[in-house]
């Protein structure tokens, strides 16, 4: 049973999207996210010239039980991997039943989704896009724009990450910049099997 936990606020900075106080930052460099990009020679140059943070991520975490909730914040830099967008690392929760809500708060992107039958959505988001993951999707966020991307999300605090099969998969569906637009095209990671 959750034990009886006293209230409390923090702050979220709508303009910076960091979370204060906050007990749980992460940095994702490129370095962290090797593989995941397809072009790996563009990975490595960028990694030799200075490893890139790609994005950050400001969760305040409660205990990681069953009723309760974790809120968290996301910012993702602007910048491309060869020709595909910034994005995080993208998983499955390890509790696969659980759901998650994200909301665009500054810049604009996509949020991809794909279920283990291979079902595959992209919904854009932008400030105030309020976005529901349902339970036994994969979700990754891409920054396809010109500024930060922040987004805020709350999801069950016992719900885990599982990154190992996007990591090797990847989606089905890259975003990738042609003549200067963000496009979705198929993942030829994927049709090479
Ligand atoms: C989010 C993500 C966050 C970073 O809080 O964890 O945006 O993305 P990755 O975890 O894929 O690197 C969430 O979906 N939590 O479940
Ligand atoms: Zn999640």
Not at 47 to 74: A, C, H, K, R
Not at 104 to 109: K, Q, T
Not at 119 to 130: I, Q
């Amino acid at each position: 049973m959750v034990g009886l936990m006293a209230p409390f606020t923090i702050e979220l900075d709508f303009k910076r999207g960091v979370l204060h106080p906050c007990n749980n930052i992460i940095q994702r460099h490129l370095s962290d996210m090797r593989g995941t990009y397809l072009d790996e020679a563009a990975t490595e140059e960028a990694i030799e010239g200075g490893d890139p943070l790609l994005y950050e991520v400001y969760q305040y975490d409660v205990p990681f039980e069953n009723g309760q909730l974790l809120v968290v914040t996301s910012i993702i830099q602007p910048g491309k991997v060869g020709d595909e967008y910034y994005m995080t690392k993208g998983h499955f929760h390890e509790k696969e039943e659980t759901a998650e809500v994200y909301v665009g708060l500054r810049g604009r992107g996509y949020l991809l989704l794909e279920t283990r039958g291979g079902e595959f959505k992209a919904l854009p988001v932008e400030p105030g896009t309020v976005t529901y993951i349902p339970p036994y999707w994969a979700h990754r966020m891409v920054n396809t724009g010109q500024e930060e991307f922040i987004f805020f999300g709350v999801y069950p605090a016992d719900a885990g990450h599982n990154y190992g099969e996007i990591e090797v998969r990847g989606f089905s569906k890259v975003v990738v910049e042609r003549d200067g637009q963000p496009t979705l095209v198929p993942n030829p990671k994927r049709e090479e099997r």
